[in-house]
């Protein structure tokens, strides 16, 4: 522990740098990374804080924050986040009902000052974060800790292995660890937690219910388009956008009026991928001028934040980004749930049980490259009786495995009764 601790004291300075320069692009961010220090002000006494490192952390723990909000009205809700696209996301969905902070660096110091001001009367960290200083920490100040949503890959548990003695110390800490399936459990309890912490709960990430609202601004989108086919990209990384529009324009050799929707995952590359896409020489309309999709646009670029449940909807396939590159993929049951086939390339090792759920049950196509990426696209927008048989198969996928949030919630409400704990204030 000291040692881990010596090496992220080294790293800081690195790190503050980073949270400086990224200050000077953002500036609501750079009246707030002191928060990652563990400074800000006070806040009332007895929140459940939930750790959500990003985007895809927030919206799979949307509906256990929900029920808690709409349950327990009187507790505040406190959320945190790592990333600026994570905050910008609890921002979106749930407005001035939580308070938000960036969560502190796994540091004592940042750790104490952010305990002495949030004081939580329990802590949930959704997905496979371990930080051993901030276990350490909750342990001390009797704030019992839930791990939600937790899934531990091979990949994952091997290198966890190799700090075996640290990892059993952490693991030793939560008083409840929410897995996904009983092979988490397995690796989970192998690195050390105790077995009658362990409860498997299924996966958060297929709590979700398209709204009818949702629906209806699509059906909008697609009335002012026209009669065309829709393509969407979701979360595309560095080295895929050019196989994305490889494809593309294959595809409107066949399909002449098809229209690309294409969201990178990352803002910071929005220009870089707008002068990609005007290379090629493809008409294109950014999504945050608002400007009107006439038919002689080839590209829209979505370039804007929180609309990307909107893009699955209005469309007729869907491309999981992160896939065609050694990311590991996203998450594609936000369009399985909206009735979208999807297609998604060879690297899925963060969702890989997700992939195979998706495939066995004949929602979605897993491609290797260009060639097989045209096309798996071309079959769902050509053959109707695919693209709506893959369509039923999805939301059904979805539907089967929900029930993981009433389950966690279930977990979490003795510790959410309990009192605050007198050591959690300053």
């Not at 800081?12 to 707030?32: G, N, T, V």
């Not at 949503?149 to 994952?156: A, D, F, P, Q, T």
């Amino acid at each position: 522990m000291k040692l881990y601790t010596l090496l992220l004291r080294a790293v800081l300075p690195f790190a503050l740098a980073r949270l400086w320069w990224r200050s000077r692009k953002h500036p609501h961010y750079a009246a707030r990374w002191g928060e990652r220090l563990g400074y800000g002000p006070p806040l009332a006494a007895g929140s459940v804080w939930v750790h959500a490192v990003s985007v895809g952390e927030v919206r799979a723990g949307a509906p256990l924050m929900r029920q808690l909000l709409d349950e327990h009205p009187d507790i505040p809700l406190l959320v945190t986040t790592t990333t600026l696209t994570g905050a910008a996301q609890v921002e979106m969905l749930f407005g001035q009902s939580v308070h938000h902070r960036f969560a502190p660096f796994d540091l004592p110091g940042a750790l104490r000052r952010f305990l002495e001001t949030a004081r939580p009367r329990t802590a949930v960290i959704l997905e496979t974060e371990l930080w051993p200083n901030l276990f350490e920490a909750l342990r001390r100040a009797d704030i019992p800790l839930v791990l939600a949503n937790v899934r531990l890959s091979e990949r994952s548990y091997r290198r966890y292995r190799h700090f075996r003695r640290l990892t059993a110390h952490m693991l030793a800490v939560p008083a409840v660890i929410a897995v996904q399936s009983s092979a988490d459990a397995g690796r989970v309890q192998a690195l050390g937690a105790p077995a009658q912490r362990i409860h498997v709960t299924g996966n958060m990430k297929f709590e979700m219910n398209p709204t009818a609202s949702l629906r209806e601004a699509a059906q909008a989108l697609r009335y002012e388009w026209g009669e065309r086919p829709v393509w969407v990209a979701a979360s595309t990384h560095q080295g895929e956008e050019e196989i994305v529009l490889d494809a593309y324009v294959r595809l409107r050799a066949i399909f002449p009026t098809l229209l690309l929707i294409l969201v990178p995952r990352h803002p910071e590359r929005f220009e870089a991928v707008g002068k990609l896409i005007r290379q090629r020489g493809l008409s294109v309309v950014e999504r945050s001028l608002g400007w009107p999709v006439n038919p002689d646009i080839a590209v829209l670029f979505g370039d804007t934040m929180g609309e990307l449940m909107l893009f699955f909807a209005a469309a007729d396939c869907a491309f999981i980004g992160g896939s065609l590159v050694e990311t590991g993929g996203h998450n594609p049951l936000e369009a399985l749930a909206l009735g979208v086939p999807t297609v998604f390339g060879p690297h899925m090792f963060n969702f890989d049980e997700i992939g195979k759920l998706t495939r066995e049950a004949g929602a979605g196509i897993q491609v290797r490259d260009t060639l097989s990426l045209t096309e798996a696209v071309g079959r769902y927008l050509g053959d109707q009786e695919a693209r709506f048989a893959a369509g039923r198969a999805g939301e059904e996928l979805v539907l089967a495995h929900q029930g993981a949030c009433a389950q966690t919630l279930g977990l979490l409400e003795p510790l959410v009764r309990r009192p605050p704990s007198s050591s959690a204030g300053p």
